[in-house]
């Protein structure tokens, strides 16, 4: 049974920093690619940052670029953003989601649409 569990979020002060985790189960981090994503209420869905399976190419959205960073670690099955100089406005419900390859648009980050898999999300709440 494929499972995403993300975690890390919480409430954080504008310019604090926070590290979220993407935990994943029944099936092999190695061969997918993982995307975050976050939605913000009364917003729509968007893309936030992927990496890719094959050589861990990343992706960002211009928004967060130089701010956020994603990693891997396919040993643990764990997917990483780590958030920092963040900003009210990234305040928002993050989730996680696997898909063989990142499907991104410049500057916007990866595109939901072509993920299948997704977590339960984690919120983040960043106070001015």
């Known amino acids: 049974q494929v499972r995403l569990v993300e975690s890390g979020g919480g409430l954080v002060q504008a310019g604090g920093s926070l590290r979220l985790s993407c935990a994943v189960s029944g099936f092999t981090l190695d061969y997918y690619a993982i995307g975050w994503f976050r939605q913000a209420p009364g917003k729509e869905r968007e893309g936030v940052s992927c990496?890719?399976?094959?050589?861990?190419?990343?992706y960002y959205a211009d928004s967060v670029k130089d701010r956020f960073t994603i990693s891997r670690d396919n040993a643990k099955n764990t997917v990483y953003l780590q958030m920092n100089r963040l900003k009210p406005e990234n305040t928002a419900v993050y989730y996680c989601?696997?898909?063989?390859?990142?499907?991104?648009?410049?500057?916007?980050?990866?595109?939901?649409?072509?993920?299948?898999?997704w977590g339960q999300g984690t919120q983040v709440t960043v106070s001015s």
């Open positions: 990496i890719d399976r094959s050589d861990g190419s990343t």
């Open positions: 989601a696997a898909d063989r390859r990142c499907t991104a648009i410049p500057g916007r980050g990866p595109v939901g649409a072509y993920f299948g898999s």
